[in-house]
T-cell receptor, first 115, second 114 residues
Framework: QQQVKQSPQSLIVQKGGISIINCAYENTAFDYFPWYQQFPGKGPALLIAIRPDVSEKKEGRFTISFNKSAKQFSLHIMDSQPGDSATYFCAASRARNSGNTPLVFGKGTRLSVIA | DTAVSQTPKYLVTQMGNDKSIKCEQNLGHDTMYWYKQDSKKFLKIMFSYNNKELIINETVPNRFSPKSPDKAHLNLHINSLELGDSAVYFC?????????????FGPGTRLTVL
């Protein structure tokens, strides 16, 4: 049972373009939605995260859009650069005060930004 | 200044052997985790420890036994290795119990079982 579905599996974007990765979740108790970035040979690293009390969060060129009613959230990378080429994972979990649940990861999106 | 370190980085071994992977974090975090990343890059939690106590065991075969001698260390011992155990294993830590805190991942250990 896959609780977080991520698409697309791979994405090729021109330098300067917008990269968009989508995730959908099933468990309505989830209330923390981070995105992790992983470069080849490295461990994942937190990129940006959102909680469902806001519909959008922006940090530099990275924006998370969140749609609670649709149970979907997405990562937008503006002005994509070759250095953004990596695998991106969405994830979801419940807040600690509601009972701990593990981070559930999507299957990842391999992004390639070409010049 | 390595925050979360793992040794070894690569591990190649024969089926049936027993091996260990070590993890250390110097961030002062209370909680540590082991994740398995398969060949398709799928990341799945295996164990979580909070201050040396096991808090999550995600139905991992009992051939896998984590050990936490102190809150800065979480080692993973694997008995009777099988071909399907080949994967990259990541250790991670977070400031306190609860999955909504940022998790800091180590560089991974690529295990190959022949």
């Amino acid at each position: 049972q896959q609780q977080v579905k991520q698409s697309p599996q791979s994405l090729i974007v021109q330098k300067g373009g917008i990269s968009i990765i989508n995730c959908a979740y099933e468990n309505t108790a989830f209330d923390y939605f981070p995105w992790y970035q992983q470069f080849p040979g490295k461990g994942p690293a937190l990129l940006i995260a959102i909680r469902p009390d806001v519909s959008e969060k922006k940090e530099g060129r990275f924006t998370i859009s969140f749609n609670k009613s649709a149970k979907q959230f997405s990562l937008h990378i503006m002005d994509s650069q070759p250095g953004d080429s990596a695998t991106y994972f969405c994830a979801a979990s419940r807040a600690r005060n509601s009972g701990n649940t593990p981070l559930v990861f999507g299957k990842g999106t391999r992004l390639s930004v070409i010049a | 200044d390595t925050a979360v370190s793992q040794t070894p980085k690569y591990l190649v071994t024969q089926m049936g052997n027993d091996k260990s992977i070590k993890c250390e974090q110097n961030l002062g975090h209370d909680t540590m985790y082991w994740y398995k990343q398969d060949s398709k890059k799928f990341l799945k939690i295996m164990f979580s420890y909070n201050n040396k106590e096991l808090i999550i065991n995600e139905t991992v075969p009992n051939r896998f036994s984590p050990k936490s001698p102190d809150k800065a260390h979480l080692n993973l011992h694997i008995n009777s290795l099988e071909l399907g155990d080949s994967a990259v294993y990541f250790c991670a830590s977070s400031p306190m119990i609860g999955m909504t805190d940022t998790q800091y991942f180590g560089p991974g250990t690529r295990l190959t079982v022949l």
